[in-house]
Structures are given as C-alpha cells and as structure tokens.
C-alpha cells in the first residue's frame, strides 16, 4: 500500500513538473499583451465553448469592480462578469472588493463605517487605465446591475463582509432588474448562502472554496441551486471532492484563470464555466 501510494504521489508530482514547465516555456508569448482570445485555447481549437466570466468587470484593462469595466466586458464578449458588494453604514450595497476603501480610493476606513453620500466625497484613483477616468466613484449594485440590463449579460454578485440584515434588498435588486434567473450569488461564507436560500428558494448561488470537502458539497446539495466555485490552482487537494460534486450534478465554476493552460485543465476536469481577468471570446 505504501508503495503504490509513493507511486501516486511521484506520478503527481511530474504532473505539476510539466505543467510547470509549459507555463514557464509559454510564458513569454502568452503574456505579451493583457488581454488574449480564447482562439489560444486547446478546447477552442477542439470545438468546445467555455463560459467566460470577468473578473471584478474587465480588469485587465479597465478599473476593477466599476462601471467602465462592466461596460467593456459587455462589449467585449463575455458572458457574464463578477463583481464584489459590501453594505455601507446606511443598508446601501457598493460594488468594492476589499473591507476597507484604501487600496482603491484616495480615502480610508473600512467601507461598513461610512454612510454611501460619504463613500461619494472619494475618487477611485487606482486600477488599469484610471487615468482616464478622473472622479470615478464606486459604484452601486443598482449601478453594476443596470449594465447587466441593458447588454443582457449575467451578473456574478460575490458577497463579502456586510450585514446579512440588508439581504432583502439585495434580493429586491436583483429582482428590480428581473434578473432572478440570470444571477448568480456567490460566496466564501457558507452561512451567508443560507441566509440567501431562506430568503429565495430558487435564486442561483455557488460556494467558492480553495479547500473544497465532500461535507461542503452536501451542503450546496441540500441548499438546491447551489455549484461550486473552486481555485484552480488548488484542484489537486480537493481532486476527490471536485468530482463527488460533479457526480452529484452540481455546476462547477474555477477561478481566476487568465492563462490559457489552466483555461484547458479546467476543461479537461470537466469544467468550462471560468472566471477571468483577460481570456475573452473576441
């Protein structure tokens, strides 16, 4: 048993040997751009079509998590885009990915202790290509969610620290805009899909994890309507629970994904919904 167990774990370890390798050797004309086609993908070129999701809008060129980059990733192709919100002091849910205001703003404090009129006295002022949006704001849910409307695309609404007291008008948002079959919520917060779940029966929402357990699949099992969001770079420790999922039938998304490479591994385990800053169809 020992024996066959050092086989597997050295047969693994060249595995990620030559994968290492590749990316290393590809490296160099893979990334010579930010942003390529999907045309550079084996599962392209072999006639599959993946589902790309932008990541934080399209960051690779435009500011995260904003309205420019939810515009270009309409108008540039994928098909749907995902975006990070948090609850302000006054029940107002704002499109950032980090607690606090610091790394994007030219403000401080953590987004909970400011009213949204307060949030608006700062300018988001980093980014790709921020210099050409001077005084951009952080954007609202009805904001991100008004993109979605009008290009018809779906919105990937990861939900971050907030009070889980606001999820009502989360939901009310979502449903303003009818797209209650389009969305889908996601979260690292196993206990916030609940929430959401008791409040919808039907909405779509997915469990993101870097540690994924066959536990964590029975959960999005007995909550219905619930994928998987996994980190594709840590697909060889939840190997056994990636597939348990997929043969309980749940919808695998991986993220974030922006070389072509891990685009096909992703394929390869059955994956084809992925999460990316800058693989897009066209």
Same mark, same amino acid.
């Given at each position: 048993?020992? $024996?066959?167990?050092?086989?597997?774990?050295?047969?693994?370890?060249?595995?990620?040997?030559?994968?290492?390798?590749v990316?290393?050797?590809?490296?160099?004309?893979?990334? !010579?751009?930010?942003?390529?086609?999907e $045309?550079?993908?084996?599962?392209y070129i072999?006639?599959?079509?993946?589902?790309?999701?932008?990541?934080?809008?399209?960051?690779?060129?435009?500011?995260?998590n904003?309205?420019?980059?939810?515009? %270009?990733?309409?108008?540039?192709?994928f098909? /749907?885009?995902?975006?990070?919100? =948090?609850?302000? +002091?006054?029940g107002?849910?704002?499109? @950032?990915?980090?607690d606090?205001?610091?790394?994007?703003t030219?403000? !401080? /404090?953590?987004?909970?202790?400011? !009213?949204?009129?307060?949030?608006?006295?700062f300018?988001?002022?980093?980014?790709?290509?921020?210099?050409?949006?001077?005084?951009?704001?952080?954007?609202?849910?009805?904001? %991100?969610? &008004?993109?979605?409307?009008?290009?018809?695309?779906?919105?990937?609404?990861?939900?971050? &620290?907030?009070?889980? &007291?606001?999820?009502?008008?989360?939901?009310?948002? @979502?449903y &303003?805009?009818?797209?209650?079959?389009?969305?889908?919520? @996601?979260s690292?917060?196993?206990?916030?899909?609940?929430?959401?779940?008791?409040?919808? $029966?039907?909405?779509?929402?997915?469990?993101?994890?870097?540690?994924?357990?066959?536990?964590?699949v029975?959960?999005?099992?007995?909550?219905?309507?619930?994928?998987?969001?996994?980190?594709?770079?840590?697909?060889?420790?939840?190997?056994g629970?990636?597939?348990?999922?997929?043969? +309980? $039938?749940?919808?695998?998304?991986?993220?974030?994904?922006? =070389?072509?490479?891990?685009?096909?591994?992703?394929?390869w385990?059955?994956?084809?919904?992925?999460?990316?800053?800058?693989?897009? =169809?066209?």
């Amino acid at each position: 048993m020992k $024996g066959d167990n050092a086989k597997k774990l050295k047969k693994t370890k060249t595995i990620i040997s030559i994968i290492a390798w590749v990316i290393a050797l590809t490296a160099v004309w893979q990334f !010579t751009g930010k942003t390529i086609t999907e $045309g550079r993908t084996l599962a392209y070129i072999s006639g599959a079509r993946q589902t790309l999701i932008a990541h934080r809008g399209f960051s690779a060129l435009y500011p995260q998590n904003t309205v420019p980059a939810f515009i %270009a990733a309409a108008e540039n192709g994928f098909d /749907g885009y995902e975006f990070d919100v =948090h609850t302000t +002091k006054d029940g107002v849910w704002v499109v @950032i990915h980090n607690d606090d205001i610091d790394a994007m703003t030219n403000g !401080t /404090g953590n987004v909970a202790d400011y !009213t949204y009129e307060e949030l608006m006295r700062f300018n988001i002022d980093a980014g790709n290509g921020i210099e050409n949006y001077p005084d951009l704001k952080i954007p609202t849910l009805e904001e %991100a969610l &008004s993109v979605c409307d009008e290009y018809d695309i779906f919105p990937v609404i990861e939900i971050k &620290s907030c009070d889980s &007291s606001y999820f009502p008008g989360l939901l009310a948002g @979502i449903y &303003s805009h009818s797209l209650q079959d389009k969305a889908i919520i @996601i979260s690292f917060t196993m206990e916030y899909l609940e929430e959401i779940r008791a409040l919808d $029966g039907n909405i779509e929402m997915s469990y993101l994890s870097s540690k994924l357990t066959r536990d964590d699949v029975d959960k999005c099992v007995s909550l219905g309507n619930c994928g998987i969001d996994i980190n594709i770079y840590k697909f060889f420790k939840m190997t056994g629970a990636i597939k348990y999922a997929q043969d +309980k $039938g749940l919808k695998c998304v991986s993220w974030t994904i922006d =070389h072509p490479l891990f685009a096909d591994i992703s394929h390869w385990i059955g994956i084809d919904n992925i999460t990316t800053n800058r693989i897009r =169809h066209k």
